[in-house]
């Protein structure tokens, strides 16, 4: 079964809030959220270097759950939008996901947040949750979105999950064709805006430093 993603840079104005981290880490990498951002993942790397892989500038980047449905007659910055239910909060920055419940026990984390509409910065009447595990050098993150709106939530597509990374990483790397799992060759992006969709092969992609592909 193919996957759907959707990629992009988002260029947007925000207020500076004052940043609550929540933290878990092993010997190979370390991960944080930020409460005042819906509990969204804004830090991922190694432990041992404390170089951040992410781009968490604004509520928009971030590494985050994003789902899209029909036109709500919202905007975003002018643009006209649609029902964009989002973890970390709207495009302006003055509202952030609401988080619910929220736990930390050293080695994985939990959280249940109230997400924001993108372009309308209303609350959306749903629940996003993340599970989240470090094993050796990767982060296995489990979301769930429970959606009990009735109004503009045909859910069209999603982000699988918005994810942003640090520009040194510009080249996304994916397998892209009809014979996958067969060593083929690979497909280099280096995706920009505006958001593009394309197609998974394989259910994997990867974004790799300049000059490395």
Sequence with gaps: MKSVFLLGLLLTVFSVHAQTWS???????KLGVQLDRGAAVA???????GR???N???YGRLLQQ??????????WNGTPWRWNPVQSGCWTGKVAGLVLDFRND???????????????????DAVMEEWIELIGNVAMIRFRLTNNSRDNTNISNQEMPAVFVDYDLANLVSYEGSKPWTD??????VPGWPNSGGQLDENWAAYVAIGTV
């Design 23 to 29: 933290y878990i880490q092993n010997d190979s990498v």
């Design 43 to 49: 830090f991922f790397g190694r432990t041992a270097t």
């Design 52 to 54: 951040n892989l992410l």
């Design 56 to 58: 968490h500038y604004d």
């Design 66 to 75: 994003s789902f899209y449905g029909t036109n709500d007659g919202s905007s």
């Design 106 to 124: 050293g080695h994985s984390l939990y959280a249940k947040t109230k997400p924001i509409n993108w372009g309308g910065c209303d609350v959306i």
């Design 184 to 189: 083929a060759a690979l497909t280099r992006k």
